[in-house]
């Protein structure tokens, strides 16, 4: 009597098994391709020249302080910042001595990768144009530029400049012409209520 009780539970189980096992198989279709589609397990970090409030900048006076700040970089990590003249580096390159009037500056990430804003530049600043490099102190190799676990300044991950430190007669020259325009705004609005007075 147990025996074919329990014979007849199976073969009531038996479509109940069939249509749970198949809606597992549909489920993991379906989810195969959002799982093909993660994001890069090691996505690579990126540096961003800055003010000392975290926004981005590119250009800088003479007379300002260079800050800088890095995301998506290796979590709870000692890094060596670097500030180089203008170039290209490839995944492999010697990372150059620092620009003349910078010094290398140690940052130690937080667990989300992030570190700074940090000043990496006192004024005076030395016009030109330079790249930022984050060299890491645990990973790859040091001294020398590793795409997967450094990070440059993104600008220059494109072939352009990291910052900018404008050239003192230019900022000079922007001034001067902004007096001049600001004068001949003056006298236009001068001689305007003159003409209306007349
Ligand atoms: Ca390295
Ligand atoms: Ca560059």
Redesign the pocket.
Same mark, same amino acid.
């Given at each position: 009597m147990i025996a074919l009780l329990g014979r007849q539970l199976r073969k009531d189980l038996i479509p109940q098994i069939l249509i749970t096992t198949l809606v597992i198989l549909l489920a993991s279709i379906s989810l195969m391709p959002i799982a093909s589609a993660e994001p890069d397990p090691s996505p690579k970090g990126m540096l961003f020249s800055s003010d000392p409030a975290g926004n981005k900048k590119e250009v800088f006076l003479p007379s300002e302080d260079v800050y800088v700040y890095g995301v998506g970089l290796v979590k709870n990590t000692q890094y060596k910042i670097t500030v180089i003249d203008d170039t290209t580096m490839m995944s492999g390159d010697i =990372?150059p001595s620092p620009a003349s009037g910078t010094t290398i500056t140690d940052v130690t990430t937080d667990g989300n990768g992030y570190f700074g804003p940090i000043v990496i530049w006192s004024n005076p600043l030395t016009p030109g144009y330079y790249d930022i490099i984050a060299?890491?102190q645990t990973? !790859?190799? =040091? !001294?020398?530029?590793?795409r997967e676990?450094?990070a440059e300044d993104t600008i220059e991950a494109s072939g352009k400049y990291g910052f900018f430190v404008i050239p003192e007669y230019t900022a000079g020259t922007i001034l001067a012409l902004a007096v001049c325009f600001a004068s001949f705004g003056v006298y236009k609005s001068t001689k305007h209520i003159i003409h209306k007075k007349l």
């Open positions: =990372i060299d890491c990973e !790859g190799n =040091i !001294g020398y530029f590793d676990t450094d």
